[in-house]
């Protein structure tokens, strides 16, 4: 996985609001609040274990849940 496709990833789920803490996972964010089916929390929750695994550089954006705050634009260095 590059970043550019870590992002988009990113980006879509933004898109739709499902954007959640990545440590706290897709089931318990979404699934459990109704915000999507069981089948798709897993299926988010296994694409973003992807991208940590692919060791990014996120550059100043750190990490991917720097990249959803700056998104949610939480992060107003940009």
Known sequence: MTLNQAKKYIRDLHKRDLLF???DGAIDCL???KL???EEAMKIDVKIDK???SNL???KYDCPIGYVLHLLKFNEEE
């Open 51 to 53: 991208i940590y695994a």
């Open 21 to 23: 803490h990545f440590d």
């Open 31 to 33: 699934y459990y609040n």
């Open 57 to 59: 550089d996120w550059g």
């Open 36 to 38: 999507c089916t069981l």
